[in-house]
T-cell receptor, first 114, second 112 residues
């Protein structure tokens, strides 16, 4: 089974609108961390936001927020007020504490339309 | 404050050859992880080094090996290159915890 599933290969959003990128995960661990990264065409992975499995509040970092629904095992990324520079690949990732493994999803390509 | 650096940027090798990729972690970081990212895919975890030892390994054959030096920099070695090894190789550094990994720009390896 896939550890991280991103079901949206490509998404389009109008500039200044909000967009939600979906991510579901699979783990039997109680302690884990969830991450979102942005990868522009240059290739470098840029850390966006982190959510620990025991964090009760949804994580927020500027225009990024993580909609964490533990029972559903989902960790969707919400980008508010999209900008042209947000066009990139977005990867959801998970770290399992017990096995100390780090898993990435297949990514979602986001295109912001002027 | 220097971020994670990787060298070389691009590399072209022939099947059967060996390659060494290099990574310098972000200042203050002591843990280095390596990932392979094939075209159109998410990164796949290769292994992680901490205190000069391989601490964790993903599902990669023994042809993939590494090393961490006392200054925390790291090398990834791949022997007997296959066409399927063509990918972007990413290095990430962190403090011992995984709470935040910083990635380098990657080395794009092409095997012909």
């Amino acid at each position: 089974a896939q550890k991280i599933t991103q079901t949206q290969p490509g998404m389009f959003v109008q500039e200044k609108e909000a967009v939600t990128l979906d991510c579901t995960y699979d783990t039997s661990d109680q302690s884990y961390g969830l991450f979102w990264y942005k990868q522009p065409s240059s290739g470098e992975m840029i850390f966006l936001i982190y959510q620990g499995s025991y964090d009760e509040q949804n994580a927020t970092e500027g225009r990024y927020s993580l909609n964490f629904q533990k029972a559903r095992k989902s960790a969707n990324l919400v980008i508010s007020a999209s900008q042209l520079g947000d066009s990139a690949m977005y990867f959801c990732a998970m770290r399992e504490v017990v096995g100390n493994q780090f898993y990435f999803g297949t990514g979602t390509s986001l295109t912001v339309i002027p | 404050d220097a971020g994670v650096t990787q060298s070389p940027t691009h590399l072209i090798k022939t099947r059967g050859q060996q390659v060494t990729l290099r990574c310098s972690p972000k200042s203050g970081h002591d843990t280095v992880s390596w990932y392979q990212q094939a075209l159109g895919q998410g990164p796949q975890f290769i292994f992680q080094y901490y205190e000069e030892e391989e601490r964790q390994r993903g599902n990669f054959p023994d042809r993939f090996s590494g090393h961490q030096f006392p200054n925390y920099s790291s090398e990834l070695n791949v022997n007997a290159l296959l066409l399927g090894d063509s990918a972007l190789y990413l290095c990430a550094s962190s403090l011992e915890s995984w709470s935040e990994q910083y990635f380098g720009p990657g080395t794009r390896l092409t095997v012909t």
